[in-house]
């Protein structure tokens, strides 16, 4: 299932892709996609619905984040050997694991708003993790089979917040709008295997980022099992796994974003994100 959030913003309802990829409202039957509504319980009483049986919704309504709200967005950093290599990182031994603020989820295609006083902000395309049930302590053989889904994210990031003014990574990661996740959530039976996903984007038509997903240092199941190590994951939860070679920040000279720039990014079978980057306003 390719699973959506339709509608302006704060007002988005549920949906779902039908088989010829167009929009039908789910609201009637399904509570909006956050926390225990994308369980793999939840999602597996929508498998059996006949999507033509639902009301279309027009092509042209906007595209809200993929959920409404999400328990903990966390983020893995440097999991891909030639990004950490452009950053001039050690590739790390162990996940880096971080979060970002809940509070920078965006839709797929809303502008992104440079923050206040940002010089640094950055691009990163990445395979989102959606976590399908309460888990810790999972194994790696067992990881994937919690996982409800995935969406294309980009955590974006300012690098001078990130790197310059001490503390974790948060501050740079967690701007509003800093996390447009969408446009699909799809359940991962249609995903067989995470690691066999090419990722890109281009900033104003130029291919800045072209990867594949098995170039990722730890792969998803990995990913889930190590974290869940250290915390319980909750449904809902999502992880970002890291982004490939080809961010500003590794650029020479460097390069940020400017209003203006125009950001397109996609994780093969995920859908594609199309962001205009605007001022702050005032
Ligand atoms: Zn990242």
Redesign the pocket.
Known sequence: MKLLRHGPKGQEKPGMLDAGGRIRDLSAVAHDFAGDSVSLAALDKLRGLDPTSLPEVPGDTRIGACLASVPNFW???L?YAQHAAETGATPPKEPILFS?ATSALAGPDDPVVIPKGSVKSDW?V?LGVVIGARVDHVSEADALSVVAGYCT?N?L?EREWQTERGGTWTKG?SAPGFGPCGPWLVTADEVPDPQKLGLWLSLNGEKVQDSDTSDMIFGVAEIVSYVSRFLTLLPGDVI????PQGVGMGMKPQRFLRPGDEIELEVQGLGRQHQKVVAYPG
Do not use: F, P, R, W
């Open positions: 983020c893995i950093g999991n970002k990163e990445e994210i955590d990031s990661k970002a796994t890291g982004t």
